[in-house]
């Protein structure tokens, strides 16, 4: 006989961070989108993570020194460190070619392997309701971009390229929560910043920028920033496989910053898949709240198979 324990509910605050933090992702999106009409890829890289980099020394360094970058899985950090530079470095280049639903879209392939690694790698439970929000979720998200054959196009394997790289990531955001968040958020930054710098000796771009490309950068830089800080909060708080279908609404936000940036407003299929992926949610949340309430009322905290 084995004991079980139910899956745990998940926290209001943990969702209200993951929509915050992929609204961050899609705003920094929007901007890398805009600049990859006007410089090389790589000296975005580099922006993102410098000024990650800087933000995290101007906050942090201060009052921790050295620890900022000192970890007792230095390891971990730094796979993770590079998973995280070649999914940027994929998307981006993707984002270049691509509209930003539809590139957003195909990297939503990161759920489903982030499910799968959770069980494999974390050991997580994934639940019936779970499993049919991400299958909803996903069903919504090809209602929005509907990618057919571009599927097939270069740009759109580099997407997909992206989101194996980011389904890594987020497993070892995760098997990294014990770890000092602003460490966890520092490495990256800093492993970020020394890796791309190489890249600008092969590519050609103006020494003087711009001042509103400037302001770009710093922007798309910081929003980067808060995004994966908010990210990592959330991750500490709640499995992993309970998070990932709370990321579909990133597509909202694409869809949103697409129609409003770029002029793509979407149409009834769009709609109808933003319809299905906020419903769903909305059913999960109910029934994770209706379950905990109900095994606060019983006092059944363990189940007995």
């Known amino acids: 006989m084995t004991t079980r324990q139910p899956a745990p509910h998940v926290p209001l605050s943990a969702v209200l961070l993951i929509v915050v933090a992929v609204a961050c992702f899609s705003c920094t999106e929007t901007i890398v989108k805009i600049l990859t009409q006007r410089y090389p ?29 000192r970890s007792p899985q ?65 069903c ?15 740009a759109a394997l580099l997407a997909l390229v992206s989101a194996a790289f980011y389904a890594a990531f987020q497993i070892l955001t995760r098997k990294l929560h014990a770890e ?10 800093f492993c970020g910043a020394v890796l791309t710098l190489p890249l600008l000796l092969f590519v ?6 711009s001042l509103g490309d400037v302001g770009l950068l710093a922007l798309m830089g910081a929003l980067g920033t808060a995004g994966h800080f908010i990210f990592i909060r959330a ?26 940036v770029f002029g793509q407003f979407p149409d009834r299929y ?7 992926i906020a419903g769903s949610g909305l059913l999960l949340a109910w029934h994770e709240r209706r379950r905990a309430q109900s095994s606060a009322a019983l006092r059944e905290p363990i189940v007995v198979d």
């Open 41 to 69: 890829i790589p000296l975005l890289l580099w922006a993102r993570f410098t000024v990650q980099a800087s933000i995290m020394v101007a906050l942090f360094a201060p009052a921790m020194g050295t620890k900022l970058v």
């Open 74 to 138: 230095f390891g971990l950090q730094l796979w993770r460190s590079i998973a995280l530079i070649l999914s940027s470095g994929s998307f981006y280049f993707a984002l270049r070619r691509l509209p930003l639903a539809d590139a957003t879209g195909i990297i939503y392939c990161t759920p489903v392997l982030v499910i799968v690694l959770s069980v494999a790698v974390l050991r997580e439970r994934m639940t019936r309701p779970r499993a049919a929000f991400v299958a909803a979720g996903f």
């Open 140 to 154: 919504g998200m090809l209602l929005i971009v509907r990618p057919g054959v571009s599927i097939l196009q270069g």
């Open 180 to 189: 000092d968040p602003r460490v966890t958020l520092s490495i990256p930054a």
């Open 204 to 209: 050609d771009f103006p020494i003087a920028l």
């Open 235 to 260: 991750f500490q708080s709640a499995p992993a496989s309970a998070l990932t279908p709370f990321t579909y609404t990133q597509l909202v936000w694409a869809v949103l910053l697409g129609w409003l």
């Open 270 to 276: 769009a709609l109808a898949g933003i319809a299905a």
